[in-house]
């Protein structure tokens, strides 16, 4: 079975700093990895995704991410977080026709 | 190009009633899903349509339901509403069939609760 796991369930940031979202998957098959972002009362905008190729992915708002296919991992960043960037995050992952599983989000507090 | 669009935003049920949930596809796309989001935890997979069929279906009992219509809208009926099934109900909408690369943009959400 598929699975998403985030393990920080709060990540803090000063902004202007860097900034990591960590996500782990398990996925039987060639993964296909998703970042996407939910603000407060809305539904979630896709960010990014990795199908094959470039092991570094770039997406919307400066954010990017990182495929390592040996520590299943698909960790996403951003060289300089804005406070406007707060907000929950998830990742999610499908394999081939599999519906998508999320992980259970991470909120991120960038703070001025 | 209009986006994903749920109606109603927000709904009261008492528990052992039904639902009818509402979404509009964004347009040319002919899969929709339907997701479940309680409270503090990641959308739940229910169900998926692609033209107008039943394409794959998640831990959810047959109360859930489900159509497709040809102008790949899409409703999500829930019947016997119970305590545990208040929640926001997301419909996404993407191209292809199945899960797949490609992307699902969502709508804002219906937050239903029941009491």
């Known amino acids: 079975a598929q699975s998403v796991a985030q393990p920080e369930d709060q990540v803090n940031v000063a902004e202007g700093n860097p900034l990591t979202v960590k996500c782990t998957y398990s996925v039987s098959g060639n993964p296909y990895l998703f970042w996407y972002v939910q603000y407060p009362n809305r539904g979630l905008q896709f960010l990014l995704k990795?199908?094959?190729?470039?092991?570094l992915v770039k997406g919307s708002y400066g954010f990017e991410a990182e495929f390592n296919k040996s520590q299943t991992s698909f960790h996403l960043k951003k060289p300089s977080a804005l406070v406007s960037d707060s907000a929950l995050y998830f990742c999610?992952?499908?394999?081939?026709?599999?519906?998508?599983?999320f992980g259970k989000g991470t909120r991120l507090s960038v703070i001025a | 190009e209009t986006g994903v669009t749920q109606s109603p935003t927000h709904l009261i049920k008492t528990r052992g009633q039904q639902v009818t949930l509402r979404c509009s596809s964004q347009s040319g796309h002919n899969t929709v899903s339907w997701y479940q989001q309680a409270l503090g935890q990641g959308p739940q997979f229910i169900f998926q349509y692609y033209r107008e069929e039943e394409n794959g279906r998640g831990n959810f009992p047959p109360r859930f339901s489900g159509l497709q219509f040809p102008n790949y809208s899409s409703e999500l009926n829930v019947n016997a509403l119970e305590l545990d099934d208040s929640a926001l109900y997301l419909c996404?909408?993407?191209?292809?069939?199945?899960?797949?690369?490609?992307?699902?943009?969502f709508g804002p959400g219906t937050r239903l609760t029941v009491t």
């Open positions: 990795y199908i094959t190729g470039d092991n």
């Open positions: 996404a909408s993407s191209l292809g069939r199945g899960g797949g690369a490609y992307e699902q943009y």
């Open positions: 999610a992952v499908n394999s081939g026709n599999t519906p998508l599983v």
